[in-house]
C-alpha cells in the first residue's frame, strides 16, 4: 500500500470519529417522566438579573440559588409544584412569591419572578 493510501484511510477513518463523537443531543429520546423548571428573578426597572435568591420547590424541598444570569433551574419529575421566593424590593419590603407550576415531561416551564434592587 502507497503512503498516499494509508493518509486517505486514516483520514477518513478519523472523520468517521469525528462525526460520531459530535452527534447532536436533540435526536436523543428525553424521559417523559422529567422536565425541567427554570425560574427567573428580574428587576424589570433596571433590565437586569438577579443573583443570590433562594428558590425552592416543594413538594421536595429543592432549594437553589440564583446565579448571575438570574436563572436557578431544576429537573424535576413531571407534576405540580409550588415555586417559593422572598425577592427583595425598595418600597414594600420583600415580595413573597408563591406560584403554583405544572412541570410536564420532556418540556420546559418558565417562571418569572421580578424585583427592585432599590434595598440591596
Same mark, same amino acid.
Given at each position: 500500500?502507497?503512503?498516499?493510501? #494509508?493518509v486517505v484511510?486514516?483520514?477518513? #477513518?478519523?472523520?468517521?470519529?469525528?462525526l460520531?463523537?459530535?452527534?447532536?443531543?436533540? +435526536?436523543?429520546?428525553?424521559? !417523559?417522566?422529567?422536565?425541567?423548571?427554570?425560574?427567573? /428573578?428580574?428587576?424589570e426597572?433596571?433590565?437586569?438579573? &438577579?443573583? %443570590? &435568591?433562594?428558590v425552592? #420547590?416543594?413538594?421536595?424541598d429543592?432549594v437553589? +440559588?440564583t446565579?448571575?444570569?438570574?436563572l436557578? #433551574?431544576?429537573?424535576? !419529575?413531571?407534576? +405540580? $409544584?409550588? &415555586?417559593?421566593?422572598? /425577592?427583595?424590593?425598595?418600597?414594600?419590603? %420583600?415580595? +413573597? $412569591?408563591?406560584?403554583? &407550576?405544572?412541570?410536564?415531561?420532556?418540556?420546559?416551564?418558565?417562571?418569572?419572578m421580578?424585583?427592585?434592587?432599590?434595598?440591596?
Open positions: 500500500m502507497r503512503i498516499r493510501d #494509508v484511510s486514516l483520514l477518513a #477513518v478519523g472523520g468517521l470519529v469525528l460520531i463523537g459530535c452527534s447532536d443531543d436533540s +435526536e436523543k429520546p428525553q424521559d !417523559p417522566t422529567m422536565g425541567t423548571l427554570s425560574a427567573l /428573578v428580574i428587576d426597572g433596571l433590565d437586569q438579573p &438577579v443573583e %443570590n &435568591v433562594t425552592t #420547590v416543594t413538594p421536595g429543592f437553589q +440559588e446565579g448571575s444570569d438570574g436557578a #433551574v431544576f429537573e424535576l !419529575p413531571a407534576g +405540580e $409544584y409550588f &415555586v417559593d421566593a422572598s /425577592v427583595c424590593c425598595a418600597g414594600p419590603g %420583600n415580595i +413573597e $412569591y408563591h406560584l403554583s &407550576v405544572t412541570v410536564d415531561g420532556g418540556q420546559t416551564t418558565r417562571v418569572k421580578t424585583a427592585c434592587l432599590g434595598c440591596l
